[in-house]
C-alpha cells in the first residue's frame, strides 16, 4: 500500500513537472510569435510605406507555407488529428518536432485566421512521447504524459485550466470518459503548474495581449426575449461555418496535392480581403479587443457580414494549408455577430456576445461544457448561466444531414 502511495506521489509529481516545462515551451511560442507580428505588421508598415503591403506580406508567407507544405506535407497536424493518432497509435512521432514548430508559427505570424493551439499540441505531445522513450526511469508513469500534455496545452492556451481537463474527454454527444483518480489529480497538477509558469514568465517577461475581458451583464426583464432569435442566428452562422467547412474541403481535393498553389491561393485571397476587412485577419484575441472599443462606429450590415467573412477564412486557411485551430477565430466570429445583434435589437451587448459566442462555439464544437468553460476566459461568473443555457440550447440543435 506504501509502494503504490509512493508511486502516485511520483506520478503527481512528474505531471506539476512537466506542466511546468510545457508552460515555459508555449509562453515562448506566443511571446515570439507576437513580437514577430509587431515586427511584420506595425512596426516595417510604420517606417515604410508599401502599396499593397497586407497582399504582398500574405503571398510571402504563403511562398513559404507551400514551400513547406510541399516538401513535407499537410503540416502542422489539428487537434483532432493529434489526439486521434495519439489514441490510435498509443504515441504521436516527434522526429520533426522543433520543424513542426516553425510550420505552426508561419501562419499565425503571417496573418492565418487561426489559432495555435492546433500546432501547439502537437509539439506538446510530441515532446511527451520523446520523453517517455528516453526517460525509462519514470517507468510505465511516462506512457501517460502526452494525455497530461494535451489537457495542459489547452489550458494554458486559452487560459482556462477547467477547459483544457475538460475538452479532451468531452464527446461529441456531451458524454465524458473521466481518468482515474490519480491521473486527474496529476492533470490538474500539470495544469496549475504549466499555467503559473505561464502566467509568471507573462508578468515579468511580456506576453500577447490575449482575451479581454467582459463586464457584468445588465439587462431589463424584455431583454431576456430576445436570447431566442439571437440564439437561432447564432446557430445559423455556425452551420455557415459547415457548409464552408464542406466547400473549401471540396477545392481542395480537387486540387489535389498542390500544396504550393493551395498555400498561395490561400494567401491572395487572405491579402485581399485582410485588405478591405483587416480585423478579420489573425487570431481574434487583440480583434476582439479593437472591436468591443469601436463597434459603434461599424454599420449594422458590416456587424453581421465581418462573421461571416471569418468563418470562411478560418476553414480557406485551414483546408488550403495555413492550418491551425480554430477556436480563437470562432470566438471572434460569436463576438463580433453578438455586437451586430445588440445594435439590431437594441439589447445589452455583453449579454447577445455572451449569447452569440456560446452558440456559434457549440454549433462547431458539439461540447457545451467545455464551450463554457472556454468562455469563462472572457466573461465573468455571473454571465455563467446565459452561456450555459445558449450552449445547451445550441447543442441539442439538429445538424442537418449534409452539413454532418
Request: with cysteine.
Amino acid at each position: 500500500m506504501k509502494t503504490k502511495n509512493n508511486n502516485r506521489i511520483v506520478f503527481i509529481m512528474l505531471g506539476a513537472a512537466a506542466g511546468a516545462v510545457i508552460g515555459g515551451i508555449i509562453w515562448a511560442f506566443m511571446r515570439v510569435m507576437h513580437l514577430l507580428i509587431e515586427l511584420l505588421w506595425d512596426y516595417i508598415p510604420g517606417v515604410a510605406h508599401i502599396p499593397g503591403y497586407t497582399v504582398l506580406m500574405c503571398l510571402l508567407g504563403g511562398i513559404v507555407i507551400g514551400i513547406i507544405q510541399k516538401k513535407y506535407g499537410p503540416c502542422p497536424d489539428d487537434l483532432h488529428q493529434v489526439m486521434a493518432k495519439y489514441k490510435r497509435d498509443g504515441r504521436y512521432p516527434y522526429h520533426n518536432v522543433w520543424f513542426m514548430l516553425i510550420a505552426a508559427l508561419m501562419p499565425l505570424i503571417f496573418g492565418g485566421a487561426i489559432g495555435p493551439e492546433a500546432g501547439l499540441t502537437g509539439v506538446i505531445v510530441g515532446l511527451c512521447c520523446w520523453a517517455g522513450d528516453n526517460f525509462k526511469f519514470a517507468g510505465r508513469y511516462m506512457s501517460e504524459l502526452p494525455e497530461i500534455g494535451i489537457s495542459t496545452t489547452l489550458g494554458i492556451v486559452f487560459r482556462s485550466p477547467l477547459f483544457g481537463f475538460i475538452e479532451p474527454i468531452e464527446n461529441d454527444d456531451d458524454e465524458f470518459v473521466l481518468p482515474k483518480a490519480s491521473k486527474t489529480t496529476a492533470i490538474f497538477c500539470a495544469v496549475l503548474a504549466g499555467f503559473g509558469i505561464f502566467m509568471l514568465l507573462s508578468k515579468f517577461l511580456g506576453s500577447g495581449a490575449g482575451m479581454p475581458r467582459f463586464e457584468k451583464v445588465s439587462i431589463e426583464r424584455g431583454e431576456l426575449l430576445f436570447a431566442v432569435p439571437v440564439l437561432a442566428i447564432s446557430v445559423v452562422l455556425g452551420y455557415v461555418y459547415m457548409i464552408f467547412d464542406k466547400l473549401t474541403q471540396a477545392a481542395a481535393e480537387k486540387l489535389g496535392k498542390r500544396y504550393f498553389i493551395m498555400a498561395v491561393i490561400a494567401a491572395l485571397v487572405l491579402g485581399i480581403i485582410g485588405t478591405v476587412f483587416p480585423i478579420a485577419m489573425f487570431s481574434g484575441e487583440e480583434e476582439i479587443q479593437k472591436l468591443a472599443e469601436t463597434y459603434t462606429q461599424y454599420p449594422l450590415y458590416l456587424l453581421f457580414i465581418i462573421p461571416v467573412i471569418k468563418v470562411f477564412l478560418i476553414n480557406m486557411c485551414i483546408r488550403f494549408g495555413w492550418r491551425g485551430g480554430s477556436f480563437f477565430p470562432s470566438i471572434f466570429a460569436g463576438v463580433c455577430l453578438g455586437y451586430a445583434c445588440s445594435a439590431a435589437f437594441d439589447i445589452d451587448p455583453v449579454f447577445a456576445v455572451s449569447i452569440s459566442s456560446a452558440a456559434v462555439m457549440t454549433t462547431i464544437m458539439r461540447k457545451p461544457l467545455a464551450v463554457a468553460l472556454l468562455l469563462l476566459l472572457c466573461f465573468p461568473v455571473s454571465n455563467l448561466i446565459y452561456i450555459l443555457a445558449a450552449a445547451f440550447l445550441a447543442s441539442i440543435t439538429p445538424v442537418p444531414k449534409i452539413l454532418k
